[in-house]
């Protein structure tokens, strides 16, 4: 399986970016997606999560109500909508594919696939 997120790019507090992550190969392999991003000097955090197979959509509390998760199944993708971004948002966003137990949706380890990344620069 192979997973390319784009989407990234430069915008001010308050603006939205969506990403993309498509996926190619092997796609009936696994069942949920996953964003995660890293910030200069942290650790990979979870970021929001989809499974088709058991219908959750977990979201971290500091994106919950201003970023949004969804699956085109037709295009093997999966997006994420970000809106109202803030400074704290700039990261590298990778997004992931698995088969982790709902309970391990959040957790990075749990996934088996992971896209290059693609850069978000919030700017205040």
């Known amino acids: 399986v192979q997973l390319q997120a784009s989407g990234g790019g430069l915008v001010q507090a308050g603006g939205s970016l969506r990403l993309s992550c498509a996926a190619s190969?092997?796609?009936?392999?696994?069942?949920?997606m996953g964003w995660f991003r890293q910030a200069p000097g942290k650790e990979r955090e979870f970021v929001a999560a989809?499974?088709?197979?058991?219908?959750?959509?977990p979201y971290a509390d500091s994106v919950k109500g201003r970023f949004t998760i969804s699956r085109d199944n037709a295009k093997n993708s999966v997006y994420l909508q970000m809106n109202s971004l803030k400074p704290e948002d700039t990261a590298v966003y990778f997004c992931?594919?698995?088969?982790?137990?709902?309970?391990?949706?959040?957790?990075?380890?749990?996934?088996?696939?992971w896209g290059q990344g693609t850069q978000v620069t919030v700017s205040s």
């Open positions: 190969g092997r796609t009936s392999s696994y069942y949920a």
């Open positions: 992931a594919a698995g088969n982790p137990l709902s309970s391990l949706l959040r957790v990075p380890s749990s996934y088996s696939y």
């Open positions: 989809i499974s088709w197979r058991s219908g959750s959509t």
